[in-house]
T-cell receptor, first 112, second 114 residues
Framework: DAGITQSPRHKVTETGTPVTLRCHQT?????MYWYRQDPGHGLRLIHY???????DKGEVSDGYSVSRSKTEDFLLTLESATSSQTSVYFC???????????FGQGTRLTVV | GNSVTQMEGPVTLSEEAFLTINCTYT??????LFWYVQYPGEGLQLLLK?????DKGSNKGFEATYRKETTSFHLEKGSVQVSDSAVYFC?????????????FGTGTRLQVTL
């Protein structure tokens, strides 16, 4: 399995506060992704990166920003957390092309 | 854009029953197709994959065939076990030459009982 570590694994935060989730990989994969998982919606893409400093929006990017300053790290920031952002967040990586993605264990975020 | 549609769950089966979970897709070009499995409290794990038309992916008794003519990738298993209880996601990756993006279905929960 690809070495993908998400931190923190669980977080409770208050509405209006900024939150940063971290994804770290040891596979030197070019692509990194952030998804959120909610009942009835499956996995929805928030943002993805196709190289250092190269990022693009997914289908549910409003209220989120990302940064990738080095190959192994991809940060997801909730600029001002809202209750609608309570979810389980997954990071994934892939080598690109038509190859499969590998997933981290997820971060459960609760916004109160 | 690309999309994946899979049957809604939950699917409840008795142990040793035959399993089919339907998956159809819409995509441009020549995507690769995947089935992922998620056990409670865990991330997604790749179950099987197929990279071109008529390819059959298989793993742990599960199989799926890439059918371009029907744009389908149905998951099958001849005899399910209680340990197969999980959520199954159909997915595709479409590479445009500049970006490689994965698209998932909404997932199908499988419950296997004794």
């Amino acid at each position: 399995d690809a070495g993908i570590t998400q931190s923190p694994r669980h977080k409770v935060t208050e509405t209006g506060t900024p939150v940063t989730l971290r994804c770290h990989q040891t596979e030197n994969h070019r692509y990194m992704y952030w998804y959120r998982q909610d009942p009835g919606h499956g996995l929805r893409l928030i943002h993805y990166s196709y190289g250092v400093k190269d990022t693009d929006k997914g289908e549910v990017s409003d209220g989120y920003s990302v940064s990738r300053s080095k190959t192994e790290d991809f940060l997801l920031t909730l600029e001002s957390a809202t209750s609608s952002q309570t979810s389980v967040y997954f990071c994934a990586t892939s080598g690109g092309g038509n190859t499969e993605a590998f997933f981290g264990q997820g971060t459960r975020l609760t916004v109160v | 854009g690309n999309s994946v549609t899979q049957m809604e769950g939950p699917v409840t089966l008795s142990e040793e029953a035959f399993l089919t979970i339907n998956c159809t897709y819409t995509a441009t070009g020549y995507p690769s197709l995947f089935w992922y499995v998620q056990y409670p409290g865990e991330g997604l794990q790749l179950l099987l994959k197929a990279t071109k038309a008529d390819d059959k992916g298989s793993n742990k008794g599960f199989e799926a065939t890439y059918r371009k003519e029907t744009t389908s990738f149905h998951l099958e298993k001849g005899s399910v076990q209680v340990s197969d209880s999980a959520v199954y996601f159909c997915a595709l990756v479409g590479y445009t030459g500049t970006a490689s993006k994965l698209t998932f279905g909404t997932g199908t929960r499988l419950q296997v009982t004794l």
